[in-house]
């Protein structure tokens, strides 16, 4: 009698280690679905625009044309004051909160009370680029940082009367964002050096 009863004692003990054992892998497969299901699905992927050579991508990688193109577009849609400084300065931060980091943001708003106490923002303002992109415009400072240097003429005007055309250079840092706001996973974070104009031109203003 003992070595039926032993089997079906070792049967029982067999089965209830299987239950326990498929208890335990569902509750980890549980926990590795939920895991799954909360991590990123969707990524950054910054494409060069050239392509010939081929390219090693990773996501939320910056790449140093991609990271000059979107400097020159956010600084260059900052400073055009198409109607007012006093205006449209005030607007464009404001328009492009999420495309610079919460310091320069801050920085701008300041640059901006500053103007407006100087009399600087009642005109309008173009920034037109002088150069076309080429290799060293847009150099890697280390933990995905490009720093952009982007040469500008500035044009200003009070009403019809041009009071100022300029040269200038702006160094600026561009740095990752994975702020939901923030489309382009990149952001402006104010200027690595001081900004220098690199030629001066006077305006000639007809005498009536």
Known sequence: MSNP???????????WTLRVGFIMASALSAGLLVTI???????????????????????????????????SNVWRSLNDWEHEGKVDYISNIKKYECYVTPTFFTWLKENAKQKEDAGELGRT?????EDAYAEGMSTPMGNNVFAVTLTTRVHERIE???????????????VPDTRK?????MSLDG?????ERTEVEHVQVEKK
């Open 160 to 174: 019809a009367l041009p009071i100022k055309d300029i040269i200038v250079r702006y160094p600026l840092r561009v």
């Open 125 to 129: 303002r173009n920034l037109s680029m």
């Open 5 to 15: 009863r032993n089997a079906v004692s070792a049967r029982d003990s067999h089965i």
């Open 37 to 71: 299901d909360n991590k990123q699905n969707d990524f950054n992927c910054h494409i060069p625009p050239d392509l010939s050579r081929g390219a090693n991508i990773k996501p939320g990688e910056l790449q140093a044309p991609n990271s000059y193109a979107f400097a």
């Open 181 to 185: 706001c923030n489309a382009m996973g």
């Open 191 to 195: 200027f690595y050096a001081q900004p």
